[in-house]
């Protein structure tokens, strides 16, 4: 079994900050996906990372894929309360259409 | 385009009550999921469907059962609801994008007294 490890489990920061969260795995991935679900909502994808190495920004979110692609890391600059939501990052292996799931990373973001 | 649709949004049931989830996409995605999501455990694999015809068991697939009826639609269904099966459903889709980027449906919240 394929496990993503998040971390933390739970932020809570002041409007404008800067903050990195992190996905960690033993096991390669082929690529690794990254959600964000909203109270009361189904998840939503914001970004896939492929390669290793890849760095991909999404206006304020700047999303990582570890060298090794076993890991893979977010940083929010200037964070606004906008952002708040839980973060879960997802992992393809290539054997199956399968995602594996990390628990989440809880960010709450104070105006 | 709706994207994911799940019916109902919410649910209440006795114990061994059963009862189906409806989801459907009209992405003409190939791949389709049933999750649940419980506090500190995040997404959990219920059970999918890679294509039409074709369903597997995923992570937690005991006291439930799935059918793709066609490639539109992916039911769930718990034939004797228990407690330990409160939790949040969410149907999601996928292409075929390398990736496997998920599409998710906005859940179904089941309560089983």
């Known amino acids: 079994t394929q496990l993503l490890e998040q971390s933390p489990q739970f932020l809570s920061i002041q409007e404008g900050e800067n903050l990195t969260v992190y996905c960690n795995s033993s096991?390669?991935?082929?690529?690794l996906q990254w959600y964000r679900q909203e109270p009361g909502e189904g998840p939503v994808l914001l970004v896939t990372?492929?390669?290793?190495?890849e760095v991909k920004k999404l206006k304020r979110l700047t999303f990582q894929f570890g060298d090794a692609r076993k890991d893979s890391s977010l940083h929010i600059t200037a964070a606004q309360p906008g952002d708040t939501g839980l973060y879960l990052c997802?992992?393809?292996?290539?054997?199956?259409?399968?995602?594996?799931f990390g628990k989440g990373i809880t960010l709450s973001v104070r105006p | 385009n709706a994207g994911v649709t799940q019916t109902p949004k919410f649910q209440v049931l006795k114990t061994g009550q059963s009862m189906t989830l409806q989801c459907a996409q009209d992405?003409?995605?190939?791949?389709m999921y049933w999750y649940r999501q419980d506090p500190g455990m995040g997404l959990r694999l219920i059970y999918y469907?890679?294509?039409?015809?074709?369903?597997d068991k995923g992570e937690v697939p005991n006291g439930y059962n799935v059918s793709r009826l066609n490639k539109r639609e992916f039911s769930l269904r718990l034939e004797s609801a228990a407690p330990s099966q409160t939790s949040v459903y969410f149907c999601?889709?996928?292409?075929?994008?390398?990736?496997?980027?998920?599409?998710f449906g906005p859940g179904t919240r089941l309560t089983v007294t």
């Open positions: 992405m003409n995605h190939n791949s």
């Open positions: 096991s390669v991935f082929s690529s």
């Open positions: 999601a889709s996928s292409g075929l994008a390398a990736a496997y980027e998920q599409y």
């Open positions: 469907s890679a294509s039409e015809g074709t369903t």
């Open positions: 990372v492929v390669t290793g190495g």
């Open positions: 997802a992992g393809l292996t290539g054997a199956n259409s399968k995602l594996t």
